[in-house]
């Protein structure tokens, strides 16, 4: 899969901090634990991290899951021209 972090993060309003994205397309991909199990936990920890910065942090945070979908494709090792899009984590 090829994602474009700061693509995604950019349009969820975080500028170029991609954390937040490349934990959900962790959690989407790795199959570690149940995608609803490990959603609600990366909210969680997101919530509790940004809690302090004020609920709009909070909110563009929690959208990059929206955004997911849209940026990743399914792609080979070292080939990102694919435009087949998967949808990838949360929703809105």
């Given at each position: 899969?090829?994602?474009?972090?700061y693509?995604?993060?950019?349009?969820?309003?975080?500028?170029r901090?991609?954390?937040?994205?490349?934990?959900?397309c962790?959690?989407?991909?790795?199959?570690?634990?149940?995608?609803?199990?490990?959603?609600?936990?990366?909210?969680?920890?997101?919530?509790?991290?940004?809690?302090?910065?004020?609920?709009?942090?909070?909110?563009?945070?929690?959208?990059?899951?929206?955004?997911?979908?849209?940026?990743?494709?399914?792609?080979?090792?070292?080939h990102?021209?694919?435009?087949?899009?998967?949808?990838?984590?949360?929703?809105?």
């Open positions: 899969f090829a994602i474009d972090g693509a995604v993060a950019t349009s969820a309003g975080l500028g901090l991609i954390n937040s994205v490349m934990q959900a962790f959690f989407a991909l790795a199959d570690v634990l149940p995608q609803d199990e490990a959603f609600a936990a990366l909210r969680r920890s997101i919530t509790e991290s940004w809690g302090k910065r004020g609920p709009e942090v909070v909110k563009r945070n929690l959208s990059t899951g929206c955004c997911l979908g849209r940026s990743a494709r399914n792609s080979p090792a070292g990102t021209n694919d435009t087949e899009d998967q949808a990838i984590g949360g929703t809105c």
